[in-house]
């Protein structure tokens, strides 16, 4: 009787294991291999949330600012061993773009995927790799260059 109780319990968890595994995408075979994987994937969702979390957030503040005032807006968080970058200006000058890279670039931030749009306003959105710089010293820096950037009606189209 007993035996037969154990068996079926461990059908059972190994069906849940094999649930876990394609849910989490893993090719792993044994069943501590199943469980790690699943607890990295967990780690990357927990991380797309903070990042989810931070646009939506940089989203209102930029909503805000439209309606209140024209200072830009400039977000730095970071992600396990990177980084996420959100900036947003209601006014666009030329070379604005070329200014912040430079200032990445200057601070030695690795910028591993970037988005920006120059039109009207200013949008950036930048996802760095091995961050070893503190998040007031980078956004001190991307808000001097855009403070630059303004005060020289810039060079480049931005």
Do not use: W
């Amino acid at each position: 009787m007993m035996s037969r109780e154990r068996k079926k319990a461990a059908a059972a968890l190994h069906e849940k294991l094999q649930i876990l595994r394609s849910i989490t995408h893993s090719h792993a075979m044994s069943n501590s291999s199943i469980i790690t994987d699943a607890s990295e994937y967990i780690k990357e969702l927990k991380q797309k949330v903070v990042r989810l979390n931070k646009e939506i957030a940089c989203a209102e503040a930029a909503a805000l600012k439209q309606n209140n005032d024209s200072s830009p807006t400039v977000t730095v968080d970071t992600l396990g061993h990177g980084f996420l970058i959100n900036v947003f200006s209601d006014k666009s000058c030329p070379g604005l773009l070329v200014s912040i890279l430079e200032a990445f670039d200057e601070l030695g931030l690795n910028v591993l995927e970037a988005t920006a749009s120059c039109d009207d306003t200013f949008r950036l959105e930048a996802v760095g790799g091995e961050n070893q710089v503190d998040e007031d010293v980078i956004k001190q820096s991307v808000l001097q260059a855009i403070r630059n950037c303004s005060e020289s009606g810039g060079e480049d189209e931005g």
